[in-house]
């Protein structure tokens, strides 16, 4: 009996043998592998039908691969982790009936996904069961999760991922522990584990780790003493983890230590772990997601929109060169919509990470299929027109493809679920996500048909229904939602279902400032000045209503509900139609699911049906409680005549 799903990972034929004379860690799993998923057998260089070959005379970058095929298959790589990503390249093309040939080369240099994990086992912003990693204080037993790790690492490592945190960026005390022995142990064993598929482990630490474990008076960056706790530590780790990647941490943020208690900027709290990290040449990744969580609702000067950009953007080129960024896709918090953050381009002398959400926080938390590559697309297409890059209009991919310690990082969703993504569909956006890393220049449209052809076994027909479905679900589901950029409306916390003013009497600088005459944030340069952060033309287009883009104009613009859209339509009417518009969607997402039923198995069937029944109900909910909402706030009917309570 499966213990858990396969995912896109499919054994196929057509390769009986092969040829490897590498006997690393690496090379190991691709001998393995290539015995399991082809059925093939160790030959001789002469007798092998697929060889593997080291060769940098086409590329010298770190995990590229170059596959060719005259009377043999040939995989080059200039490393055994170019060999690695060559298989499972090959393997993906086999399932998808493409031919075998390609060369390709990473774009990005970090290709990371972080764990929110706790050593309770809990997983902050998980829906797909608990940790993978850790239960009731301590890791599960590696004697019985050895082989589903195993089996997660060869997931990420099939689509290109090569760093991983494990554990959550909101560290405690306990788990800040994971710094030293015994928990160190733990550590040791699943990086051993991962190493063998390419990929390193980073930790999240807690700034003030020294005081926590090291029994320190302080930790200002600054201290010496400080800077020899955090030295040992290092040193200690790569004692036992030679091959570790790094810590990331989150300082100054919603409550966590930071060095603003010391009087001390972000970049002297990131350099003082960055030295401590350069010996081993490691990277410290730090986050952005610094703002005043604190605020005063009345207060209308302060910007959540702009702080990261106010906080970072005066400390280009201050840090270390083994720090990296990690900047939010927006300036907010993973909104189903919202501009794209201004920091990309802004600080061309540090190193920068995309951080995205694979997790479905703010998007429907795995109850509602919402494929997210779309969105992500949207971000790495970006026209930034920072100066400085090869091209004129410098679009996001190219600014974090542009340094060596640059790449891209996501909040995983995975968790212990037999599917381990809460649903078989909601696997598209780790697959997705790990595609775009490697290769940003892929379609959502050509990732998805991989994905399906890949996981399942379908006709044209039904995987044209199935596509259908997916490829709409994050226009649906912010269709139903909050309207035209303006973000949030769902409820406090937990951030699930709609609450329209669930937060915007509160701290947390998430407001939509709806009134009886309009609604919207004034960003412009009569407001917060937000627009202006951006490089021109955007910040010109941002700051003008006439050429601000409907999809975002409540973001940057408070307006009248019936200022007239570029569609035509009031912004009150639009919000009537797209939310009657996307909850109807929802619910022929679960007719067309149900044509599927007999073509997929059970136990995946019957997991998205439940999804979608939910994501109906939920979307009736939201559909109802936004038009209510700005029918009474305003009093303007329904051009339409719906119903509207």
């Known amino acids: ?125 998980g829906y797909a069961g608990n940790s993978l990693f850790f239960e009731n204080g301590a890791f599960r037993s590696f004697e019985d999760f050895t082989p589903r790790i195993e089996a997660y690492a060869r997931m990420l490592a099939s689509v290109g991922i090569n760093a991983v945190a494990i554990n959550n960026v909101n560290v405690r005390k306990r788990e800040a522990g994971l710094l030293k022995k015994p928990l160190l142990d733990g550590v040791a064993t699943i990086a051993d584990i991962f190493i063998r598929f390419g990929i390193k482990i980073f930790l999240s630490v807690n700034f003030a780790s020294p005081v926590i474990h090291g029994g320190a008076a302080t930790a200002d960056p600054k201290s010496k003493t400080v800077l020899n706790w955090w030295t040992k530590a290092v040193d200690d780790i790569f004692a036992v983890i030679p091959y570790f990647g790094g810590f990331i941490i989150k300082a100054d943020s919603e409550g966590e230590p930071g060095p603003f208690a010391y009087g001390r900027d972000h970049s002297d709290g990131a350099n003082c772990l960055a030295n401590a990290l350069a010996s081993h040449d490691a990277l410290l990744i730090w986050r952005c997601f610094v703002y005043n969580c604190n605020q005063d609702w009345r207060d209308r000067t302060t910007d959540r929109a702009r702080a990261a950009y106010d906080t970072f953007k005066p400390l280009d080129g201050k840090f270390a060169g083994n720090v990296a960024l990690q900047i939010k896709n927006g300036p907010v918090d993973f909104q189903v919509r919202e501009p794209v953050n201004q920091l990309f381009g802004a600080m061309p002398k540090t190193n920068a990470i995309l951080e995205f959400q694979i997790t479905q926080e703010y998007t429907g938390q795995q109850k509602h299929i919402c494929y997210l590559v779309p969105l992500w697309k949207e971000v790495l297409d970006f026209k930034t027109y920072a100066p400085g890059y090869n091209s004129a209009d410098a679009p996001v991919s190219e600014i974090i493809g542009a340094r060596k310690r640059n790449g891209i990082a996501a909040v995983s969703n995975i968790g212990m679920d037999f599917n381990w993504t809460g649903h078989k569909l909601a696997q598209v956006n780790l697959y997705g996500y790990g595609r775009l890393c490697w290769d940003t220049s892929l379609t959502a449209e050509q990732i998805l048909t991989e994905w399906i052809r890949q996981s399942f076994e379908l006709n044209a027909s039904n995987e044209q229904i199935l596509f259908d479905m997916i490829i709409n679900s994050r226009e649906i589901y912010e269709k139903y939602t909050a309207p035209l950029g303006v973000g949030w409306m769902c409820k406090p916390n937990h951030h699930y279902g709609p609450d329209v003013d669930g937060y915007e009497y509160d701290r947390w600088g998430t407001y939509h400032f709806a009134d009886r005459d309009g609604v919207g944030v004034d960003r412009t340069t009569e407001g917060t000045a937000c627009a202006e952060t951006y490089f021109p033309p955007n910040a010109a287009m941002y700051n003008d209503i006439k050429t601000c883009p409907d999809e975002l104009l409540l973001f940057f613009h408070h307006v009248p509900y019936t200022h007239v859209l570029k569609s035509g339509k009031t912004v009150i009417q639009h919000i009537y139609d797209t939310h009657f518009e996307g909850a109807a969607a929802a619910g022929e997402m679960l007719a067309a699911w149900k044509k599927l039923e007999g073509k997929i198995g059970d136990r995946e069937y019957l997991g998205v049906l439940s999804r979608l029944e939910e994501q109906g109900k939920s979307a009736l909910q939201w559909r109802d409680q936004i038009n209510t909402y700005f029918y009474r706030k305003s009093g303007v009917p329904d051009a339409k005549g719906r119903k509207i309570y």
């Open 1 to 125: 009996m499966e213990l858990y799903d396969s995912c896109w990972l499919k054994k196929t034929e057509g390769i009986k043998s092969f040829y490897l004379k590498q006997n690393s860690k690496i090379a190991k799993t691709i001998s393995a592998d290539a015995s399991y998923f082809f059925g093939a057998v160790q030959k001789t260089q002469d007798e092998a039908e697929l060889l593997f070959t080291l060769d940098s005379s086409f590329s010298d970058i770190p995990g590229a691969f170059n596959i060719t095929q005259d009377k043999k298959i040939t995989i080059s790589a200039p490393d055994d982790t170019g060999l690695l990503y060559g298989f499972y390249e090959l393997l993906r093309r086999k399932n998808c009936g493409c031919s075998p040939d390609i060369l390709s080369v990473p774009q990005n240099a970090v290709r990371m996904i972080d764990h929110w994990d706790n050593l309770d086992g809990s997983v902050e912003r």
